[in-house]
């Protein structure tokens, strides 16, 4: 079945912007029940910036609208970022992570746990020292 009649529909680089703009902006989503996943696109995600250690945390609420919820204090004139990543792949190491996201969107993250030579988020307290322990973010 063809969307629309040989002629009628869309000239062919508008309609490939219009696919690359919705998968470099587009959020997957699992559809609770349903065993499916969609991906869906919100202007205010869709226009914040990426961080794998980011301030804020976004979300659709029960009435389907956008919720922007601050992980941690955000001064003013500071940048609010989001992860463009789920929870569990936030938890991978940082090669992973920027293949994930070159993959997905088209860029290499540079966000400051990407960038810094341990990877913070993946640390741990040594059993019989105390002391701290981070992974290196390059592989």
């Not at 989503?29 to 991906?39: D, I, K, P, V």
């Not at 204090?73 to 293949?99: D, N």
């Amino acid at each position: 079945d063809l969307l629309w009649h040989p002629g009628l529909g869309p000239p062919a680089l508008k309609l490939e912007r219009l696919v690359l703009v919705w998968a470099f902006n587009c959020f997957n989503r699992n559809l609770e029940g349903a065993g499916l996943r969609a991906g869906i696109l919100c202007q205010g995600a869709a226009m914040m910036s990426h961080a794998c250690s980011p301030n804020a945390i976004w979300s659709l609420g029960s009435d389907g609208l956008f919720e922007l919820r601050a992980r941690s204090p955000v001064s003013p004139g500071h940048e609010v970022t989001i992860p463009y990543l789920s929870t569990g792949e936030l938890c991978l190491a940082t090669p992973i992570r920027r293949s994930m996201l070159s993959l997905a969107k088209d860029f290499f993250c540079m966000c400051q746990r990407c960038d810094g030579d341990l990877d913070d988020a993946r640390g741990f307290l040594c059993p019989y020292c105390g002391g701290e322990a981070f992974a290196a973010t390059c592989a």
